[in-house]
């Protein structure tokens, strides 16, 4: 099962693209999403999976919540953000930079430290001041911004002045990849899965489901909620 989406060219400033992807679409397989689950391998947490009687009562169906909660950073932004940073292996002490009010700024900060790069995290206002603190205690070096359009130039200057490479939360095929091994733990926790309810936001987490479930089983529903 190959999935191909739209790649952001870049942060377009005053009508100028500063730097992004070339190609405008990318080829994701499952070969990705399993190199991805062996980057990952103890390094993120294997997270449980739960069953309540009140949601199968409620729904008259079999029930399971995979609680990436239990993720590092808590949540399953850090898996997409590490296998992301682990393909600049080849570039020692680098800066990568992004724009996030959370958890994918949590996950880059924490993964930039466990290998060996600097991370520049960009919060537009408003923000959590919790989230703002957990992304500090990683050591990322934070700017806030005013707004969106000030972040977008914010992190175009960043990626001039500091040669940052820029790690998208969701639209990035090596953060999709990432995202796609919690369908296979899924998958492998609970057999026989019918229907998969995914939250989504940017995308990057859906997409990877949908690559790592449809390759696994082409039958499998998977529904964006």
């Not at 079999?62 to 997409?80: D, W």
């Not at 953000?81 to 949590?106: E, F, M």
């Not at 700017?143 to 820029?166: K, M, S, V, Y």
């Amino acid at each position: 099962s190959i999935l191909y989406f739209s790649l952001s060219p870049g942060v377009r400033v005053g009508g100028r693209i500063s730097r992004g992807y070339d190609a405008s679409m990318i080829e994701i397989t499952f070969e990705d999403v399993r190199r991805a689950s062996a980057t990952l391998n103890k390094v993120a947490w294997i997270t449980p999976v739960k069953t309540s009687s009140e949601l199968d009562r409620t729904s008259g169906a079999t029930v399971f919540l995979k609680c990436e909660n239990f993720q590092r950073t808590g949540a399953f932004k850090f898996r997409g953000a590490y296998n992301a940073l682990s393909k600049l292996r080849s570039i020692p002490s680098s800066t990568v930079i992004t724009i996030s009010s959370g958890n994918h700024g949590q996950g880059l900060a924490l993964a930039a430290a466990l290998l060996g790069h600097s991370a520049h995290v960009i919060i537009p206002k408003p923000y959590s001041r919790l989230k703002y603190d957990l992304i500090l205690q990683h050591q990322a070096r934070i700017t806030i911004a005013d707004h969106r359009t000030h972040a977008e130039e914010l992190l175009a200057q960043g990626i001039q002045e500091e040669r940052a490479h820029f790690v998208h939360p969701f639209n990035d095929p090596e953060v999709i990849a990432g995202q796609g091994t919690v369908m296979l733990e899924l998958m492998d926790q609970v057999a026989n899965l019918d229907v998969v309810l995914a939250p989504v936001g940017g995308g990057g987490l859906l997409s990877g489901l949908c690559v790592a479930g449809h390759s696994i089983d082409p039958t499998l529903a998977i529904y964006a909620c």
